[in-house]
């Protein structure tokens, strides 16, 4: 299983990045998906998720900001960033994990810097 994000980029505080994630298989065969992102001299934090029948979470910092979404027809999933700090500079991953088997699965990661 493969996981290719991409759409990451330089952008000034206040804009917006839409970052995506291509599965070489059915988006819908995973039981979660997200996004992860590491900053530099930072552990790398869930940003969000999306569960098959259950909720979307979001952490705290970006809540009302990014937006998570899958699409089943493209195989994808998008992490719309909008109003773009500093602080969310950082590396960000394409997550998935099947729950049945534990298995997990990261993709590259894409660089998003945010300055002016």
């Known amino acids: 299983v493969q996981l290719q994000a991409s759409g990451g980029g330089l952008v000034q505080p206040g804009g917006s990045l839409r970052l995506s994630c291509a599965g070489s298989?059915?988006?819908?065969?995973?039981?979660?998906m997200g996004w992860y992102r590491q900053a530099p001299g930072k552990q790398r934090e869930l940003v969000a998720i999306?569960?098959?029948?259950?909720?979307?979470n979001y952490v705290d910092s970006v809540k009302g900001r990014f937006t998570i979404s899958g699409d089943n027809a493209k195989n994808t999933l998008a992490l719309q960033m909008n109003s773009l700090k500093p602080e969310d500079t950082a590396v960000y991953y394409c997550?998935?994990?099947?729950?049945?088997?534990?298995?997990?699965?990261w993709g590259q990661g894409t660089q998003v810097t945010v300055s002016s």
């Open positions: 999306i569960t098959s029948g259950g909720p979307t």
């Open positions: 997550y998935a994990r099947v729950f049945r088997t534990g298995a997990e699965f």
């Open positions: 298989r059915s988006i819908g065969s995973f039981n979660a």
